[in-house]
């Protein structure tokens, strides 16, 4: 099975731009969850997705939204961006009714 | 506030050495921890643990879980320069994952 896919890998915006990132889970997957990724405060829960309804949502601003479509594929984005949002973003999937999550590679974005 | 320690927060051992990294945590409604290994990038998955006192084992790592004393600690022996990495300590928070903030271990050749 194809593990969870996500692109862009790299992205260099500038302040204020807006930014899409996209994950393609594993095939039959049909939970995703998103996570940001930085030295000072490591990996913290976004939000998660489930037959296109988000269940749970992190402690981040409304400047990042997320949505899932009917394929579970899921897109996030951020908008105004700020350099603090300079991170990896890493997307999970998993099955129902299982805890363990799956990650892709990662989105690297880096705001200037 | 749930919350996930891991210790220490970075280790350098010679290969051929055992390691033992540990993670705490306060979470109400515990239901699963779990470690992950992250090397470049995607932290991938070792071990899930839902039980205590039940070891789980894959070649030379091992991990145990004490739902009692609330903590979890992850094996390693024989370690290698591939078993370079940072190590996640998580638990699960209703359709979450709550990370610590991981162990790095540097094995030295």
């Known amino acids: 099975k194809a593990g969870v896919t996500q692109t862009p890998r790299y992205l260099i915006k500038t302040r204020g731009q807006q930014v899409t990132l996209s994950c393609s889970p594993i095939?039959?997957?049909?939970?995703v969850s998103w996570y940001q990724q930085t030295p000072g405060q490591g990996l913290q829960f976004l939000f998660e997705?489930?037959?296109?309804?988000?269940?749970n949502k992190g402690n981040f601003p409304g400047r990042f939204s997320g949505r899932q479509f009917s394929n579970s594929r899921s897109e996030m984005n951020v908008s105004t961006l700020e350099l603090g949002d300079s991170a990896l973003y890493l997307c999970a999937s998993s099955n129902p009714g299982t805890d363990t999550q799956y990650f892709g590679p990662g989105t690297r974005l880096t705001v200037l | 506030e749930d919350k996930v320690v891991q210790s220490p927060l970075s280790l350098v051992v010679h290969e051929g050495d055992t390691v033992t990294l540990n993670c705490s945590y306060e979470v109400t409604n515990f239901r699963s921890l779990l470690w992950y290994k992250q090397e470049k990038k995607a932290p991938t998955f070792l071990f899930m643990l839902t039980s205590s006192g039940i070891e789980k084992k894959s070649g030379r790592l091992s991990s145990i879980l004490d739902k009692k004393e609330l903590f979890s600690i992850l094996n390693i022996t024989a370690t290698q320069t591939g078993d370079s990495a940072i190590y996640l300590c998580?638990?699960?928070?209703?359709?979450?994952?709550?990370f610590g903030a991981g162990t790095i271990l540097r094995v030295k050749s």
């Open positions: 997705y489930f037959s296109e309804t988000q269940r």
């Open positions: 095939s039959g997957h049909r939970s």
């Open positions: 998580a638990v699960t928070y209703g359709n979450k994952l709550v």
